[in-house]
């Protein structure tokens, strides 16, 4: 979840000192993100699907890597670039300072998005003895991941300039 936060309370800030702009502006970065975006989430279905990724971590290294994916994972996340780029702006106040209400706006969205990936996991715990069961464990993983590749095919076409 630290990973998660962290990606997000990044693209925020990267959103408050203007980067979405130079994107919107480019249609090369704009591109660039766009797909890097979709490949990544095709990648994690494809993971998923195949059962590549661990379930639980219970060493210091495990941890590393979890929050890496976390950050990684966020960082690409078309979802939240989407959300900064074209979202946030609508709720920025021209006479104001663009910078403080984009900060603060990035706050309440990264504290909302923490405690509902807390309840996910917290949910998540409390499946634990359903899904420890392997055949139903494959078939959550292939159901969530077939939904994975779905949002990506959405988001590759429904992106598209």
């Known amino acids: 979840m630290a990973g998660?936060?962290?990606g997000l309370?990044?693209?925020?800030?990267?959103?408050?000192?203007?980067v979405t702009?130079?994107?919107?502006?480019?249609?090369?970065?704009?591109?660039?993100?766009?797909?890097?975006?979709?490949l990544f989430l095709l990648f994690l279905a494809y993971q998923g699907w195949r059962g590549e990724t661990e379930v639980v971590a219970t060493d210091?290294?495990?941890?590393?890597?979890?929050f890496a994916r976390g950050l990684l994972t966020n960082l690409l996340n078309p979802k939240a670039a989407v959300f900064y780029v074209?979202?946030?702006?609508?709720?920025?106040?021209?006479?104001?300072p663009v910078l403080s209400?984009?900060?603060?706006?990035?706050?309440?969205?990264?504290?909302i998005a923490t405690i509902i990936h807390a309840l996910i996991?917290?949910?998540?715990?409390?499946?634990?003895?359903?899904?420890?069961?392997?055949?139903r464990e494959r078939i959550a993983r292939r159901a969530l991941s077939a939904l994975l590749a779905a949002v990506a095919i959405w988001f590759a076409f429904s992106t598209a300039r």
Request: charged residues 15%.
């Open 121 to 135: 996991v917290t949910l998540a715990g409390t499946l634990e003895l359903f899904l420890n069961d392997s055949r």
């Open 21 to 38: 702009e130079l994107i919107q502006a480019s249609n090369l970065l704009y591109e660039g993100l766009r797909w890097t975006g979709v």
């Open 86 to 96: 074209a979202v946030l702006p609508t709720f920025i106040i021209a006479e104001q």
């Open 4 to 6: 998660i936060a962290l």
């Open 101 to 111: 209400q984009t900060i603060t706006l990035t706050a309440i969205y990264v504290s």
């Open 9 to 18: 309370a990044t693209l925020g800030i990267v959103a408050a000192l203007g």
């Open 60 to 66: 210091k290294d495990g941890d590393r890597r979890y």
